[in-house]
């Protein structure tokens, strides 16, 4: 095993401690694994929070901060935070108006950000939670009972993030965010296995010259296996997956996401692939982003995801946002 760890049972908590030390504008409570952003809470806004395994970064520690989310959980490493680190975050950073929970849909996380919000509620803060399932590979999986939730969450996350800042309703704020997921699809290939510090190993098999189409983000089965195929046969794939499932009849943000292990010249040798299918078949891009952003550790491989827009959620995309993975307008 080659990482750089000191041990399996404490990466967790050395990654926020090396988060704590290079991002003073959060508060990183290591020892019960709550991300903050520093001005929380903040007076007259919806509060926003997410989580789940770690493995995944910058999901969703990475997304703390102004415009964005107010507060992320970190669980184990592809292990669901447990309710108790939902509800810290949630008096966090409820400033009277309600917190929003954005759960991606992996029954881990969906069982206990629900016994979170039950226990938030029953300590009177306001919550509503918004399920993320834009993963069109498959209909289940070793993880989830539905769809997964994958690359739609980043947008979720921004949009929805971008209304609370606006000091936008709780209500406002789940529309928001409810629109966006509805908007969005998503699909990922595995050009390698995914290897967890506590395994050692890779936790699938894939041979040398093989790749998977449909790959979840903890490394489960996607649709089928097949033989290495370009760049520009896997934007086909992966593309017309998407459009098949969303049927855009609008202009669509683009997300080309890196597993963990792909390079950026990689990601954006094959962003030019999957702009030329979207402009063939006739979809208007309004926005793109490249980048290792929803990951799977060591994974290689990508993810499309799109999201139709209209002149509001362009506007809210737009809107400031200041994290440590993504920040621009300010």
Known sequence: MRMLINVPESVVDDALRG??????????????RVIVRRDAPVNGNVGLVSGGGSGHEPLHGGFVGPGMLS????????????????????????SGKGVLFVVKNYTGDVLNFEMAAELAEDEGIQVARVLVNDDVAVTDSLFTAGRRGTGATLFVEKLAGAAAEEGASLVRVESVARQVNESSRSFGVALSAVTTPAKGSPTFDLPPG???????????????????????????FAVDAVLEDLRPTGPVIALVNGMGATPLLELYGFNAEVQRVLSERGVSVARTLVG???????????????????????????????????????
């Open 19 to 32: 988060m704590a030390a290079a991002h003073p504008a959060l508060k990183v409570d290591v020892a019960k």
């Open 71 to 94: 507060a992320a959980c970190p669980g184990e490493v592809f292990t669901s935070p447990v309710p108790d680190q939902m509800v810290r975050a949630a008096a966090a950073v409820d």
């Open 210 to 236: 093989e790749l998977e189409l449909g790959i979840g983000i903890h490394g489960e089965p996607g649709r089928e296996r097949r033989a290495m195929m370009t760049s520009r046969e896997i934007a086909d």
């Open 292 to 330: 290792n952003y929803v990951t799977s550790l060591d994974m290689a491989g990508c993810s499309v995801t799109l999201c139709q827009i209209d002149e509001e959620l362009l506007r809210l995309w737009d809107a400031p946002v200041e994290t440590a993975a993504l920040r621009w307008g300010r």
